[in-house]
């Protein structure tokens, strides 16, 4: 079998709904764009990858890939783990971090899933083998909204059979956000467990360690199962700060692109939870090297996983074959390039995820896909300011 083909696929779709503020703070056109990386072999197989990066720069990554399909033109897919360091010496001097480490794990992620594919197995066989049969999940939403229509969003969760929930406290200010801490608290009861992401990576003004200690204390009586990015995330400092004066969970990681900065955040003991994507991260091998260093130090991972419907499972694989993951992040703000790509939709089962039982990494490329998403320039995450005039929760 040899290469034939790495390309690069951006499609746009709507995200979220309107009045939800990140749609209108992040993408200025509603749309939200993921780049899906599809290798093609001369036997007719194919397979899928993705780089959360599309999300923040789309038009870069694809122009990556175009550099990266020339050494892999022609080469035999099945020694995922040779062509993965080729890619790296490819790049070591202009991209050993950031952006090309994210593309390459995307490639690796479809050249996984072409393996899979090829041995009628699923990916997590082939990254050491499953060691969990079900993972807990939480529900990832609860953006900034008006409190009737948050009220909704954490009820369905409930329904939906969640046993934990995160939502966003980033562009509020303190009293906000103990008030909506508080009335989500409220809503869900005593259970299901609640999760805090404070956003502090993409803040203009990220908090200090002495800030993040008075907000994570003021919402402390609301029993919360982490608090995420509590400081800017190379702050690794200020994370063991935080760590350090609270009995509260610190969760982050979800930005790390390589394994200095890995050992960066461990070093410092600035988390209790680590939150991989291997969409960001560099690819399933890299998640699993990082699993490896958590698990030396007893530390958890809390999978992070924010891109379309291959990222997701891309990560599920990773995570099934890691013994220290004890929770899958699931996004439900409305997005169909998530659900189109599974062979098999996701269901939340006793409060967790089942190990995918499809081969590759049970994705497949939706008939039209190109033409019914086609790519909308300017559909990329930015950070645009608090819209004027708008309370941020009412």
């Known amino acids: 079998m040899k290469i034939t083909s790495v390309r690069c696929l951006l499609l746009s779709c709507p995200y979220a709904v309107p009045g939800d503020l990140e749609r209108e703070l992040c993408f200025a056109n509603g749309h939200r764009t993921i780049s899906v990386i599809k ?65 390459m794990g995307g490639i690796e992620m479809a050249l996984w899933d072409l393996r ?19 993972i807990p999940v939480y529900a990832s939403g609860g953006n900034n909204k008006p409190f009737p229509e948050l009220r909704s969003e954490l009820e369905s969760y409930v329904r939906d059979g969640y046993r934990a929930v995160k939502i966003r406290i980033n562009f509020l200010g303190p009293e906000q956000i103990v008030e909506k801490v508080a009335f989500c608290r409220e809503v ?88 991989p994507d291997a969409a960001i991260l560099g690819g399933l091998s890299m998640f699993r090297q990082v699993a490896e260093m958590c698990a030396r130090r007893n530390v958890n991972l809390a999978v992070h996983t924010w891109a379309g419907g291959v990222g997701i499972m891309g990560n599920y694989h990773a995570a099934f074959a890691s013994k220290n993951c004890v929770i899958l992040e699931l996004p439900n703000n409305p997005y169909p390039l998530r659900e189109e790509f599974l062979v098999n939709p996701l269901k939340v089962v006793d409060g967790g995820i089942e190990a995918p039982t499809a081969p590759g990494l049970g994705v497949k490329l939706p008939e039209d896909v190109e033409k019914r998403y086609p790519y909308q320039p300017g559909s990329f995450y930015r950070v645009l300011g608090h819209p004027k005039g708008r309370k941020l929760i009412s």
């Not at 993409?202 to 907000?215: D, G």
Request: glycine residues 10%.
């Open 188 to 275: 869900l009861g005593p259970k299901p467990d609640l999760a805090v992401d404070a956003v502090q990576g993409v803040a203009n003004k990220p908090w200090t360690a002495k800030e993040a200690l008075k907000i994570i204390r003021s919402i402390e009586p609301y029993r919360m199962l982490w608090v995420e990015e509590p400081c800017e995330v190379t702050d690794y400092a200020g994370f063991a700060e935080v760590r350090e004066q609270t009995s509260v969970t610190i969760a982050g990681g979800e930005t790390v692109t390589s394994l200095i900065e890995a050992e960066a955040y461990l070093g410092a003991g600035g988390l209790d939870l680590f939150q």
């Open 116 to 134: 899979g594919k090829t041995l009628n197995v699923p990916v997590h066989q082939l990254l050491g083998g499953k060691v969990h049969e079900r």
């Open 39 to 103: 290798i093609e072999t001369d036997e007719g197989i194919y397979g899928l990858g993705e780089t959360y990066t599309g999300v923040f720069a789309p038009e870069a990554v694809r122009e990556l890939v175009k550099q990266f399909e020339i050494e892999l033109l022609g080469k035999d897919p099945s020694d995922v783990t040779s062509l993965r360091n080729l890619l790296r010496l490819a790049c070591y001097y202009w991209g050993r971090f950031g952006m090309s480490a994210s593309v």
